[in-house]
């Protein structure tokens, strides 16, 4: 892949290399924090902050190929989530999270680095579902590695006219045993269930979300900081900005095992807590607007 993808110099602590598949990945190492990022999807498949055990979770099966989403990390959706909100919507997901973002800068201050990629219409018109989505975009995706690892991804309109779009950040956070999590700060909202065998109601949130099977939940009007509880002696916190929904997920054993990207005895050791606009909440712009979504990760000790 060509190295046009990378249009500014790196600092010295950021390598590019080729990583799983061949694909160009650059890789951040500082006293603060290391971590990695593939130019397909801006995809960010590792983080580490000092001192503490790997925060990102990857599937050991994850398929590393151009055109094919990587499993694991934090996958870009844009500019619909899941099979999204009318009929012919392929692939799910959006089409972000395939493509070749464009590394537009890179700084280190004092250990914390700041890596700018960019996306736009122009870079994506031969991908599939292109087509079924015909807008004008630009997408910039600021990923910070510091002593807490920052997501902000702003959507500017470059169409001429208004249109709408969904968006998440599907973050994988790697845990000891997904029976033994808790995520909290979720109490009371409601949420649309999109496990098997769930009713079309949308139930409230009683206390901190535990998980005994299959949890595919989408949060509706939440805009505060979750808490994951990962069954060990630390604490990882999502807070977040431009934000409507949270989703959390977990495919457990059935799921995971007719998923040909999930090694099926991975699913206890990861969960999802994404920070996203879907649904009733997807984003409307009008011509040259934008829109900031943006995710915060910390790590602290258990109190």
């Known amino acids: 892949m060509p190295d046009d993808l990378i249009a500014v110099d790196l600092p010295a602590s950021v390598t590019r290399t080729d990583g799983e598949g061949g694909l160009p990945v650059l890789r951040v ?4 924090a290391t971590g990695e990022v593939y130019l397909h999807g801006a995809h960010v498949s590792a983080y580490t902050p000092a001192g503490q055990d790997p925060v990102i979770w990857m599937s050991r099966a994850s398929i590393f190929a151009a055109g094919q989403p990587i499993r694991g990390g934090v996958p870009i959706c844009f500019p619909w989530f899941g099979a999204g909100r009318e009929a012919g919507m392929a692939p799910a997901h959006g089409f972000a999270r395939l493509a070749d973002w464009t590394l537009v800068g890179a700084e280190d201050a004092d250990g914390v680095v700041r890596l700018t990629f960019r996306l736009t219409d122009t870079d994506v018109a031969a991908l599939p579902g292109v087509e079924a989505w015909a807008h004008g975009f630009e997408l910039t995706y600021v990923v910070t590695f510091g002593p807490e690892l920052t997501l902000a991804l702003s959507v500017r309109n470059t169409s001429g006219e208004e249109y709408s779009f969904e968006e998440a950040l599907h973050t994988y956070f790697h845990v000891k045993d997904v029976t033994a999590v808790t995520v909290e700060g979720l109490d009371g909202a409601s949420y649309l269930d999109k496990a098997p065998g769930a009713g079309a109601d949308r139930p409230n949130q009683s206390g901190p979300v535990a998980f005994t099977g299959e949890t595919d939940r989408v949060y509706v009007s939440t805009d505060t900081a979750v808490a994951v509880d990962p069954g060990s002696a630390r604490t990882i916190t999502v807070a977040k900005e431009g934000s ?40 409307t712009l009008g011509a040259d607007q934008s829109h900031t979504m943006t995710a915060r990760i910390s790590v602290a000790p258990k109190a």
């Open 29 to 32: 190492s500082t006293p603060v």
């Open 244 to 283: 409507a929904n949270t989703v959390v997920w977990n495919p457990w054993a059935a799921k995971a095992a007719a998923m040909a990207d999930y090694d099926d005895a991975e699913w206890p050791t990861m969960v999802c807590v994404e920070t996203a606009n879907a649904l009733e909440h997807a984003i």
